[in-house]
């Protein structure tokens, strides 16, 4: 019963980590354009070319959301690259950090 346990306690983190780096990156990235278009008004012109406007708080919000995703991308890379030259990313500080295996 307890192998059970540990296999399964196993595929929670391997299913939080698919999550964050496999499905959850393309969501944040869908919320951010959804955040851009927030409280956005369409005007159009004398032409009739539609123009949208959108708020600072909604470019805001996507902008951050945006950097969340920089940031997820180089860890990842960070991680792959640390492996190939025989080391190992260390989360024992505040910033994830290179070190000897």
Same mark, same amino acid.
């Given at each position: ?6 296999? /399964?306690? =196993? ?11 496999? &499905? +959850?990156?393309?969501?944040?990235? @869908? #919320? ?23 708020? /600072?708080? =909604? ?11 920089? &940031? +997820?991308?180089?860890?990842?890379? @960070? #991680? ?22």
């Amino acid at each position: 019963m307890n192998t059970i346990t540990q296999a /399964l306690s =196993g595929g929670w983190n391997v299913l939080y980590t698919s999550l964050a780096f496999g &499905a +959850g990156l393309p969501i944040i990235y @869908a #919320l951010a354009m959804r955040a851009r278009m927030t409280g956005a008004t369409v005007v159009v012109d004398a032409k009739g070319k539609e123009q949208i406007r959108t708020t /600072l708080l =909604g470019n805001t919000v996507a902008a951050l959301l945006i950097v969340v995703i920089v &940031a +997820g991308v180089t860890l990842g890379i @960070a #991680l792959i690259a640390a492996s190939g030259f025989g080391k190992v990313v260390s989360f024992d500080s505040a910033f994830p950090t290179i070190v000897d295996k």
